[in-house]
T-cell receptor, first 116, second 114 residues
């Protein structure tokens, strides 16, 4: 089954404690992306990756890091989480960067992060 | 930066009613997308639109790419309980030099009354 998986699904942590949210896709997609979803703000892109070892900033990259050492994995790293990073995070992947069509962007189930 | 205005923000309707929502932008878009997010899950693509004036259906859902390329509409006919969720419009702006850039609206939360 084609899917994007994220772990953990829920996480409560404290300010400053480094954490990593994993993302994995089994569709051999080149393009992967991280979004955060906040009430009233919709989905905002944090980082994206066009391919292995190619990553770039999205709209709200501050406080986040990513890596793309393998095509299937795209972890999101918060080196020193702060309360304003409390949010719902989604990883997404698609075959190519082009929006929609046969290159549908598949979203993971989400990770709800609370930073105290 | 680029913004999409999606309305309404939320809707309360009776089961069986038709639903309309829209998305507007101050600039031209090349692609319009409509997603649905069920509670506790990630968004799922419903309809993708690529040409001005294009009208595309997916079951009871119909979406249109506005002629001006600055807006898009989603209609749901004869709503049923499983239509409940958040609907997001998204689009690819023509002004940006990035094929991959997609901007999301803030969502329309659909509630269906029994």
């Amino acid at each position: 089954e084609a899917q994007v998986t994220q772990n953990p699904r829920y996480l409560i942590t404290v300010t400053g404690k480094k954490l990593t949210v994993t993302c994995s896709q089994n569709m051999n997609h080149e393009y992967m992306s991280w979004y955060r979803q906040d009430p009233g703000l919709g989905l905002r892109q944090i980082y994206y990756s066009m391919n292995v070892e190619v990553t770039d900033k999205g709209d709200v990259p501050e406080g986040y890091k990513v890596s793309r050492k393998e095509k299937r994995n795209f972890p999101l790293i918060l080196e020193s989480p702060s309360p304003n990073q409390t949010s719902l995070y989604f990883c997404a992947s698609s075959l190519s960067p082009l929006a929609g069509g046969s290159d549908t962007q598949y979203f993971g189930p989400g990770t709800r992060l609370t930073v105290l | 930066g680029q913004q999409l205005n999606q309305s309404p923000q939320s809707m309360f309707i009776q089961e069986g009613e038709d639903v309309s929502m829209n998305c507007t932008s101050s600039s031209i878009f090349n692609t319009w997308l409509w997603y649905k997010q069920d509670p506790g899950e990630g968004p799922v693509l419903l309809i993708a639109l690529y040409k001005a004036g294009e009208l595309t259906s997916n079951g009871r859902l119909t979406a249109q790419f506005g002629i001006t390329r600055k807006d898009s509409f989603l209609n749901i006919s004869a709503s049923i309980p499983s239509d409940v969720g958040i609907y997001f419009c998204a689009g690819q702006p023509s002004s940006l030099n990035r094929d991959d850039k997609i901007i999301f609206g803030k969502g329309t939360r659909l509630h269906i009354l029994p």
